[in-house]
């Protein structure tokens, strides 16, 4: 025991006198090489045979490959000092094999205005497939890959064409709303007590509003007379309307029915009960309530009627509709103001109808 114990010692000193004219870079890179030798046994505690993985080899190689062969030697290490020098010189081939290599660019970005485009076309056209875009794009000049077309609805989680076909009623009415007209019968009472009948027919692509007048006596020869007038007016403005919607109210006598007819137009009644069949003339008479008839005191028939026109000009030609994607039935929406000069000094002037019931606002000449 005393002789091992003198042998160990003897053999430490001499290696401490080895290791002393060492610098500390040889010496940071043997501790480091040693820790990693022994974490490569510990994975193999099971007593399975030594295996270096790539990474093993890799970092045992970048770490010994800047010292000096001898000291390599005297090293303890789990494998050849010479099987080191292989990994090492396999390491600087496969990166000299890597840097040789044309680089793979790839496939360039699609521009974003095409993938907005894409995205448009699909919302707009639900039955077409990605073939079918891409061969859009290729009428307008736009050179595209099908599969790049076929990415980008993916991308937006956009299913294929056959998925995307079901048409909606909303759908259905918004793609006929240029052959559709709506009426209906609305009452209101006077100061008096007196019931009012007012008529008034509704276009459901431009929420054109038409009153065709007010009554107390809605009889058959006063509302065939509203029918003749509506004909004409619909005819001198081109309409294009083919169908009228109309509840089954008894007011409508079977001439009404017969004029518009003879103007091409096909009167639907609607169920009974069911005012959402005729939502857009029922939205309109909610309305009408709310924004005249409600804050009006109606003297009249010849009241009603003045008022009434004054709302239907305000109501086609300056009040917004969020139907119509806040347009106005008979005017555009101007073109939006870019100056900030003008923007930074607006002088908007209002101007008052039916004594400030409605307010119109525009720009200061």
């Known amino acids: 025991m005393v002789l091992r114990l003198t042998y160990l010692g003897v053999a430490n000193v001499f290696a401490l006198l080895r290791l002393l004219p060492r610098g500390d870079r040889d010496k940071d890179i043997e501790i480091l090489t040693l820790r990693h030798q022994i974490a490569v046994l ?16 890799a970092l045992l190689a970048a770490l010994l490959h800047a010292l000096p062969r001898p000291t390599l030697h005297r090293l303890r290490l789990l494998v050849r000092p010479e099987t080191v020098l292989r990994w ?22 699609t521009v974003a205005s095409i993938r907005a485009l894409v995205l448009r076309l699909a919302r707009e056209n639900r039955g077409w497939g990605y073939r079918r875009i891409h061969g859009e794009l290729l009428v307008l000049g736009i050179k595209v890959a099908p599969s790049t077309v076929w990415e980008i609805l993916r991308e937006a989680g956009i299913d294929p064409a056959p998925n995307r076909t079901v048409t909606t009623w909303a759908d259905f009415l918004r793609s006929q709303a240029n052959g559709l007209l709506a009426a209906d019968f609305r009452e209101t009472l006077t100061l008096t007590g007196t019931r009012l009948y007012i008529l008034a027919v ?8 038409r009153i065709l007048g007010a009554t107390a006596h809605p009889t058959a020869a006063w509302v065939t007379q509203a029918a003749r007038n509506l004909a004409m007016d619909l005819h001198d403005a081109a309409s294009t309307a083919r169908f009228l919607i109309r509840d089954r109210d008894g007011k409508y006598p079977a001439l009404f029915d017969a004029i518009l007819a003879d103007a091409g137009i096909t009167v639907v009644r609607g169920g009974v009960q069911a005012p959402r069949m005729n939502a857009i003339m029922e939205r309109w008479v909610r309305t009408c309530r709310r924004e005249l008839l409600d804050q009006t005191l109606i003297w009249n028939q010849r009241h009603l009627l003045h008022a009434l026109r004054t709302y ?28 900030p000069n003008r923007l930074t000094h607006l002088t908007i002037h209002r101007h008052d109808r039916l004594g400030g019931i409605l307010h119109e606002y525009e720009h200061a000449a």
């Open 88 to 109: 090492h010189r396999n390491l600087i081939a496969r990166h000299h094999a890597a840097a040789s290599r044309p680089k793979r660019r790839g496939r360039p970005h």
């Open 42 to 57: 510990q994975r193999q505690l099971d007593g399975q045979r030594i295996q270096f993985q790539s990474t093993d080899r």
């Open 202 to 209: 509704i276009e459901h692509s431009t929420r054109r509003i």
């Open 312 to 339: 239907e000009a305000f109501y086609n030609t300056h009040r917004p509709h969020q139907g119509i994607a806040n347009a106005r039935p008979r005017r555009p929406l101007p073109e939006p103001i870019t100056d």
